[in-house]
C-alpha cells in the first residue's frame, strides 16, 4: 500500500466533519457514517469494490436521512475513481447512478422544487463524470507502464541472449582450441613413447582422458547457451535419448498442458535435464521416474531414481544451477533422498493460470 493512502483517509474525513460542522445538522448518526465511509476508504486500492459499497451506502443514507451535502460523497466518488481504475466498470455504473438519484430525492425531501433538484443532480452528475474519466485516465496510465516493464523485459532478454551467444563464441574460440591442442600433444607422446616400447606414463593417459571429459562437458555448455528454444513439449524426445543411451527412463505427463510463460517452460525443461545428467552419473543402472504436472496455478516436475548401486549424492553446481533456476521464478525446489534413490521436485508457479494452448 503506498504512502500516500495513509493519509488520504484522514483528510477526506477532516474535509467532511468541517463542511459538516459549518451546517450544523449531522448529529451523530451523521458522524458515524462520514467516518465509517472515511476509515472504508483506506483500503479502496486493495478491496476496491467492496470500499465503493460501503462509501455509496453511507452516502446514501447520509443524503437521505441528514441532508443532500455532495462533501458527504468524497469518499464515493475517490472509490468510484478506484473502481473503474481496477477495471470494474460495470459496478461503478450503478453506483454512480445510484447516488445522482438520491441526491435527487434527497433534495426533493428537504423541500426544494423538481427543477432546483434536477439541477442539483446534474452538478452530482458532472462530479461523478469527472471521477469515472479520471479512473479511466489511470487505468491506461497502469497500463502503458505495464507495456513499458514489459518492453523493458524483452530488451533484456534480448540482451542477455545476445550476450549468451557471444560468450559462447568467446569459449569456443579459445578453450576448446587449446584443450584439443593439450588432447592432441598427450596422444602424439603416448603414441611416441609406446612406438620407442616405452612405458606410457600415466599422466599422460590421465590428460588424455581428462582433456576429452571437459571437452564433452564444454560441448554440453556451449549447447546450453546457444540453445534457448528448449520447450517441455522436447520432453519425449530428451526421454527417448536417453533410453537410446542406456537410461531406462519412464515419462508420466498429469493435467492439461497450457501455453507457459517461455521462462516457465525452459527453466522446467532444463530442471529435467539436469536431474537426469545427474542419474546418469550419479546412479548407472538406475530407472528413472519424470512426472510432469499442469496444475491450476503452478507446474510441478519431478524426477526420481530407484538408487540402484548409487553412490551418497553429494550437493553440486547442478543442484544449485537447479535451485537458482527455481528460485528466480518465485518456485522451489526439493532435493534429496526419495523412498528409494534420490528425488529432485520443483515447483513453478505461473501467474494467472496457464492460457489454452494455441
Known amino acids: 500500500m503506498k504512502r500516500l493512502d495513509l493519509v488520504v483517509a484522514p483528510a477526506v474525513g477532516l474535509v467532511m466533519v468541517s463542511a459538516t460542522l459549518i451546517n450544523g445538522v449531522a448529529g451523530p448518526g451523521g458522524y ?6 472515511a476509515v472504508a476508504l483506506h483500503w479502496h486500492r486493495v478491496a476496491p469494490q467492496q470500499v465503493l459499497v460501503v462509501t455509496t451506502g453511507c452516502a446514501l443514507l447520509y443524503a437521505l436521512f441528514v441532508e443532500p451535502e455532495l462533501t458527504a460523497g468524497l469518499p464515493a466518488l475517490i472509490s468510484l ?16 447512478l445510484a447516488l445522482i438519484l438520491a441526491m435527487i430525492a434527497a433534495y426533493l425531501l ?3 422544487d423538481p427543477l432546483a433538484a434536477v439541477k442539483g443532480g446534474i452538478l452530482v452528475t458532472g462530479w461523478f463524470v469527472a471521477a469515472v474519466a479520471m479512473g479511466v485516465a489511470l487505468q491506461q496510465a497502469d497500463q502503458r507502464a505495464q507495456e513499458a516493464e514489459h518492453n523493458r523485459e524483452e530488451a533484456a532478454l534480448r540482451r542477455a541472449g545476445e550476450e549468451r551467444l557471444r560468450i559462447a563464441r568467446d569459449l569456443h574460440d579459445s578453450l576448446t582450441h587449446t584443450i584439443s591442442v593439450i588432447k592432441v600433444q598427450a596422444g602424439v607422446a603416448a603414441h611416441l613413447a609406446a612406438k620407442r616400447g616405452e612405458q606410457v606414463p600415466p599422466a599422460l593417459a590421465a590428460i588424455q582422458e581428462a582433456s576429452g571429459e571437459a571437452m564433452r562437458e564444454l560441448r554440453e555448455t556451449l549447447e546450453v547457451l546457444r540453445d534457448e528454444s528448449v520447450s517441455l513439449a522436447r520432453l519425449p524426445e530428451l526421454a527417448e535419448r536417453l533410453r537410446a543411451a542406456g537410461l531406462p527412463l519412464g515419462l508420466r505427463i498429469e493435467g492439461d498442458p497450457g501455453a507457459l510463460p ?5 527453466a522446467a525443461y532444463r530442471i529435467v535435464q539436469e536431474a537426469l545428467t545427474n542419474v546418469a552419473r550419479h546412479a548407472p543402472g538406475a530407472r528413472a521416474e519424470v512426472t510432469l504436472a499442469y496444475g ?19 550437493p553440486g553446481k547442478g543442484l544449485t544451477g537447479m535451485r537458482e533456476r527455481a528460485e528466480a521464478l518465485g518456485g522451489k525446489l526439493q532435493a534429496g533422498p526419495g523412498e528409494r534413490g ?11 493460470r496457464m492460457r489454452q494452448p494455441a
Not at 458515524?32 to 465511509?37: D, E
Not at 475513481?81 to 454512480?96: D, F, I, K, P, W
Not at 517461455?262 to 525452459?266: L, P, S, T
Not at 534420490?342 to 494467472?352: K, M
Request: net charge positive; charged share 20%.
Open 32 to 37: 458515524a457514517l462520514l467516518a465509517a465511509a
Open 262 to 266: 517461455a521462462e516457465v517452460d525452459q
Open 296 to 314: 491450476r496455478r503452478a507446474v510441478t516436475v519431478t524426477v526420481a531414481d530407484d538408487g540402484a548401486g548409487a553412490a551418497p549424492a553429494v
Open 110 to 112: 428537504a423541500g426544494q
Open 81 to 96: 475513481a478506484s473502481t473503474v481504475r481496477h477495471g470494474h466498470r460495470r459496478l461503478s455504473q450503478v453506483a454512480a
Open 342 to 352: 534420490f528425488l529432485v521436485r520443483a515447483e513453478l508457479p505461473v501467474p494467472g
